[in-house]
T-cell receptor
Framework: QQPVQSPQAVILREGEDAVINCSSS?????VHWYRQKHGEAPVFLMI?????EQKGHEKISASFNEKKQQSSLYLTASQLSYSGTYFC???????????FGTGTSLTVIP | DAGVIQSPRHEVTEMGQEVTLRCKPISGHDYLFWYRQTMMRGLELLIYFNNNVPIDDSGMPEDRFSAKMPNASFSTLKIQPSEPRDSAVYFCASSLGSRLYNEQFFGPGTRLTVL
C-alpha cells in the first residue's frame, strides 16, 4: 500500500531539471509532497486534491493524475538548496489511511 | 510561534525497558500524528488523533506500542517492553483542519536506540 517513487536517487547539476514520480496501487484522494534534509524533519511542499490539479510555484510544481493514481513533482532550474529526500504521501480513498512513499534522494551539485 | 515540541530528543535504553516519547502539538491544531522512520521501512504512520480521539492505529506494529492523547496539548507514545528493532527516529506532527488537504507540521523527532 506504500506508494512507489521513482527514481530512487538522482544527482543533478545546478540549473538542471528533475521529475520525481509517485505511483499508488490504490485509488487516491489526495497527494502530499514533503522534502526532508539529512538529520531534519520532513517539511511540507504542497498538496494536490483534485485529479489533474497542478500546484506549485515558479520552480517546484506538481501534478496529480487521479485516473492513473500517479503524481509527479517537477523541479526546474535546480538549486543547491533543493538537495534532500522527497516523499509523496497519499490518503486512501476512504480518507483514513495515510502512507508516505518510498522516497527519492535528490542531490544537487555545483 | 513555537512549533511541534518533542522530548526527549535522544533516548538510549536497554532491551526490555519501558520508553515514553512525548509530543506537544502546535496550539490550536486538532490533528496529531505519530511516525516512525527507519532506513529499512522508511517513514511509517503509526497512529493519528483528531480532537484527542484516535482515528487510525493500523500502523501500530504490535501490542507493545501504545499512544494516548489526554488533552489537546499533549500526547505520548509508549513502548513496553522495548526491543532493539524499535530503534528508529520517531516524529510527531500536527495539522489544523481536514487531514486530507492540510499540511502537517513535524517536530524535530526523537532518536531512539534500544541496546
Amino acid at each position: 500500500q506504500q506508494p512507489v517513487q521513482s527514481p530512487q536517487a538522482v544527482i543533478l547539476r545546478e540549473g538542471e531539471d528533475a521529475v520525481i514520480n509517485c505511483s499508488s496501487s490504490k485509488a487516491l484522494y489526495s497527494v502530499h509532497w514533503y522534502r526532508q534534509k539529512h538529520g531534519e524533519a520532513p517539511v511540507f511542499l504542497m498538496i494536490l486534491l483534485k485529479g489533474g490539479e497542478q500546484k506549485g510555484h515558479e520552480k517546484i510544481s506538481a501534478s496529480f493524475n487521479e485516473k492513473k493514481q500517479q503524481s509527479s513533482l517537477y523541479l526546474t532550474a535546480s538549486q543547491l538548496s533543493y538537495s534532500g529526500t522527497y516523499f509523496c504521501g497519499t490518503f486512501s480513498n476512504t480518507g483514513n489511511q495515510f502512507y508516505f512513499g518510498t522516497g527519492t534522494s535528490l542531490t544537487v551539485i555545483p | 510561534d513555537a512549533g511541534v515540541i518533542q522530548s526527549p530528543r535522544h533516548e538510549v535504553t536497554e532491551m526490555g525497558q519501558e520508553v515514553t516519547l512525548r509530543c506537544k502539538p502546535i496550539s490550536g491544531h486538532d490533528y496529531l500524528f505519530w511516525y516512525r522512520q527507519t532506513m529499512m521501512r522508511g517513514l511509517e504512520l503509526l497512529i493519528y488523533f483528531n480532537n484527542n480521539v484516535p482515528i487510525d492505529d493500523s500502523g501500530m506494529p504490535e501490542d507493545r506500542f501504545s499512544a494516548k492523547m489526554p488533552n489537546a496539548s499533549f500526547s505520548t507514545l509508549k513502548i513496553q517492553p522495548s526491543e532493539p528493532r524499535d530503534s528508529a527516529v520517531y516524529f510527531c506532527a500536527s495539522s489544523l483542519g481536514s487531514r486530507l488537504y492540510n499540511e502537517q507540521f513535524f517536530g524535530p523527532g526523537t532518536r531512539l536506540t534500544v541496546l
